[in-house]
């Protein structure tokens, strides 16, 4: 067969020579190297105590944010929704109300807004749809561990940008309230309504 | 006068299983570090400052943890197997001499608790035995998996014994004698048997990895072959007994090869420095430790360095090249020691 570029070495089974066959020189040799990692810098990051710099474009879990006066910048235009690849975001619009101005931005807004993280690929899809720039995956929490499926969904109280402290460290998330997602929620889960993925033909 | 004797072999037997016991926990300890210092990283650090706690948290979770005992196993021997490897890991260092003597209220206590005349043959016996352990719990417990690790333990076992006898049947020669008191008493008024007997070193030491069934021979517990090996079917304290076998055993071979090879409690100027004789004593106890502690090292240095022997290779190298070699070796010392007297 004619090679491709001229690096190919031919190999051939070959007799081990006496110093090889009697391994000591092969293993001396192993220790001298295990040795000097020995008294090396180690590379270990003490995780929870000291947290490693996310890269500028590390793409984390989903924040909704606010503008400059505090209020909700998603209009419910759904083009986040239409552009994921993995189908993971739901929501429901609603009107905004003469009372609800200093809440939301736009006339309409999304009275539920849910992405199932379970589903999420983290592609950043969303963030690049968003005519509203409403949506960036930029908070810096680990994607977490959960006992429950439902607590994958992540509704608004989880992705709602919160206001910001004084010294401007709050971005999104925050404690998962228990209730929301066991019966006792106040709003329904849009995913409850929506015939999804399965049912679409498309 | 007889009832004293006693209670102070009780107290040394006592205190020499509870410095097994102890060096054997913390071995494990050490084990994980330096495993993770090879690789570059820190290892257990969260039980007590550096994790000194971790071999406590260790030993609490497997007394914790379920007891599973499968249901067609053989409940009695499936007990005596882990119980076996145990005490024949403890009952070796009865022979150690771990010093001289020291002299506490007019009475001489010999830092060894039975200096029989046969020591080595003790040992010898004692090891052979050790692989009883593996062998019934294996069996025992019904598994193929943990059956095939017993097979090749105990064919390990039997391959490198012989290497190993015949390697200390040269220092026998070089000293004239089976007890191991006399053989550190040897060292100090000569010079360590590893200079009379490199080969023979190099031969004891390859095989004691191997009968400790510690990488790069460590093929009875294999992972990649036999899930867990002998010990597949265990769990909790019974799972524990082995692996703390395994660790003791690593302890009682470096006492070993520190005692025949590297002079065991003797040290330089031993008798010019003046010392009080129980100085001398825990200075050579300490002495004794510090190799101890050497050789336990490099079982770890060896073990995160060099991968698993394939099968034949083991028994090769067993076979062809460990046991002609210590016979060339017995040879050699018999035309040394023929010429150049003892
Ligand atoms: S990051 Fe990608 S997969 Fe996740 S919600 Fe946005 S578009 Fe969908
Ligand atoms: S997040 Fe952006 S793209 Fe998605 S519905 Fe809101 S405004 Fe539209």
């Known amino acids: 067969m004619q090679s491709l570029t001229n690096r190919a070495k031919p190999v051939a089974p070959k007799e081990m020579t006496f110093m090889e066959r009697i391994y000591l020189p092969a293993i001396l040799k192993g220790m001298t190297v295990t040795i000097k990692h020995f008294f090396m810098k ?41 552009s994921c690849p993995a189908e993971a975001i739901t929501m429901t619009a609603a009107e905004r109300t003469p009372a609800e101005k200093h809440l939301y931005k736009e ?51 989880k992705l709602v940008e919160k206001v910001h402290g004084p010294q401007g460290k709050v971005r999104g998330g925050g404690p998962l309230d228990k209730n929301y997602y066991h019966g006792n929620a106040q709003v329904t889960s849009a995913f409850q309504n929506l015939e999804l993925s399965n049912n679409l033909k498309v | 006068m007889e ?41 257990p650090d969260r039980a007590g400052p550096w994790g ?5 948290a260790d030993g609490g979770k497997l007394f914790f943890k379920e007891e599973i005992i499968p249901t067609n196993a053989n409940l009695f021997l499936f007990v005596l197997g882990p119980s076996l490897a145990m005490l024949t890991a403890c009952m070796t260092s009865a022979v150690i001499p771990w010093g001289t003597y020291l002299t506490i209220f007019d009475t001489q206590v010999d830092l060894q608790v039975a200096d029989i005349n046969v020591g080595i043959l003790y040992v010898f ?28 333990a105990a064919s390990q076992n039997i391959s490198y014994e012989i290497a190993m ?52 021979f460590d093929l009875p517990e294999c992972e990649t072959e036999l899930v867990g090996g002998y010990h597949t079917e265990y769990s909790s304290m019974k799972l524990g007994f082995f ?27 031993m008798n010019d420095l003046g010392l009080s004789q129980n100085m001398v004593s825990i200075l050579g106890l300490v002495f004794l430790l510090g190799k101890i502690f050497f050789f336990i090292f490099l079982f770890m240095w060896v073990r995160w360095t060099i991968p698993r022997f394939r099968y034949d290779q083991l028994m090769r190298l067993g076979w062809q090249v460990l046991i002609p070699l210590a016979i060339i070796n017995i040879v050699l010392t018999g035309i040394a020691i023929t010429f150049f007297g003892s």
Not at chain 1, 58 to 74: A, F, I, S, T, W
Not at chain 2, 125 to 151: E, R, T
Request: glycine letters at 8%; charged letters at 15%.
């Open chain 1, 42 to 82: 180690k590379v270990t990051i003490r995780y929870p105590e000291i947290k490693k710099m996310f890269s500028k474009t590390y793409r984390g879990l989903h924040v909704l944010k606010k503008d400059e006066q505090g209020r909700e910048r998603c209009t419910a235009c759904g083009l986040c929704a239409l």
């Open chain 1, 107 to 157: 006339e309409k807004y999304a009275a539920v807004y849910e992405i199932n993280m379970l589903r999420c690929i983290f592609c950043g899809l969303c963030e690049e749809a968003c005519p509203k720039e409403a949506i960036f995956l930029t908070s810096e929490e680990i994607a977490p561990a959960n006992f429950d499926r439902g607590d994958f969904i992540y509704g608004k109280d």
């Open chain 2, 3 to 43: 009832i004293t004797v006693i209670i102070v072999k009780f107290a040394l037997i006592a205190i020499i299983f509870g410095i097994s016991l102890l060096t054997a926990m913390y071995s494990t300890y050490a084990e994980r570090k330096f495993a993770s210092f090879f690789q570059d990283r820190i290892g």
């Open chain 2, 52 to 56: 000194i706690f971790q071999p406590l």
């Open chain 2, 125 to 152: 016996g004692v090891v052979s035995l050790g692989v009883y352990g593996i062998m019934v719990g294996g069996w025992a417990s019904n598994n193929k998996f943990a059956l095939l690790g017993a097979i090749r």
């Open chain 2, 165 to 216: 006898g015949l390697s200390i049947i040269a220092v026998v020669m070089v000293t004239g004698s089976l007890s191991l008191k006399d053989m550190a008493v040897w060292q100090g008024q000569n010079a360590w048997m590893v200079v009379y007997q490199p080969l023979g070193f190099l031969i004891f030491l390859i095989c004691s990895f191997a009968e400790t069934n510690r990488a790069p």
């Open chain 2, 243 to 269: 692996l703390f076998a395994e660790y003791i055993n690593m302890f009682i071979s470096s006492a070993m090869l520190s005692t025949l090879y590297f002079g065991g409690y003797t040290f330089p100027f």
